[in-house]
């Protein structure tokens, strides 16, 4: 944990300031240590601020998930700079990457940090804060700081391991907030997304991308009516279910071939992120429109759509 985000971080339970102690640190960096308020104490493990005050719900099946990835992984099938481009054209509608220059822009529910880290390298006297509850943060933090070349890379971008309900971050904190496929997997997605807009600046940009519920009829026999019914047993059952698909999805795959092939533990991450979570909520862009706008946001637009899911951008 680079000593400058400690200024952006208060305590997730009582929002009190959060005062470092114990610390192992080289030069700005701390990599092991406590920080501590009047009710509470977290850690500060291989470099990475855990922020957790509670067990989060449902933090088992994303531990599931993200226990198959590797850096070898091509995430959601496409290439990282497509993503990245979709990210900044159709999501955040940045036009030139100087706009990030000097901004602070926090990603809510970075996973690996993949699309975290190409983003980071545009907010030269900013930052890129990644937040994650699950056990792909760990992962991120590690491998942004595996090497001094790869620190350099990153001298921007910064992980913490925290939930969405209930973030560490200080009041109208961040310039610019995206959250990409994670407010559909959440109970209380108005909470989070309440909770989002209170580290948001005024003026300041956010986007969130969420599955599309106007979408083809296989679809939702797949990933709507069969999910369901799966979710209602138990993770070690759905795992053994979801194994024993994945030679039909490779097979179907070689035959179709269609778009990128996927090898066998690639796709079986991408099963699990359609088919292995309980709560897997799609809308019409007309309810997330409805949601930004109810909640104050100006300048509402809807950014790239298709038939797995839309952004929706608006301004503070």
Sequence with gaps: MDKKILRLLQCPTCSGKLRLIHKKERGSVINEGNLVCKCSKYSIKNGLPILLNHEPKHKDEWDDQWGLY????????????????????????????????????????????????????????????????????????HHFTSSPKVIEISKNLHFVQADILHLPFKDSTFDIIYSAGVLHHIDE???????????????????????????????????????????????????????????????KQSLLGKGNKQEAKEKLLHIYDALYHKVAKRYFSKEIVALFKRNGLKNVIIGREDESGFSVTGIK
């Design 70 to 141: 590797s850096e070898k992984i091509r995430l959601w099938d496409t290439d990282v700079k497509e993503w990245e481009e979709n990210m900044l054209k159709q999501s955040l509608m940045i036009k030139n990457t100087s706009e990030l220059s000097g901004k602070w822009i926090l990603d809510a529910g970075c996973g690996p940090g993949v699309i975290s880290s190409k983003l980071s390298r545009y907010c030269d006297g900013g930052g890129l804060v990644g937040v994650d509850m699950s056990s792909a943060v760990k992962f991120a933090n």
């Design 189 to 251: 997605t108005e909470f989070a997304f309440k909770s989002l807009l209170r580290c948001l600046k005024m003026g300041g940009k956010i986007s969130i991308w969420v599955y599309n519920e106007d979408t083809s009829i296989k679809v939702k026999i797949l990933e709507v009516y069969f999910r369901k019914i799966l979710t209602s047993f138990p993770r070690k059952f759905r795992k053994k279910v979801l194994l024993s698909l994945l030679p039909l999805f490779l097979i």
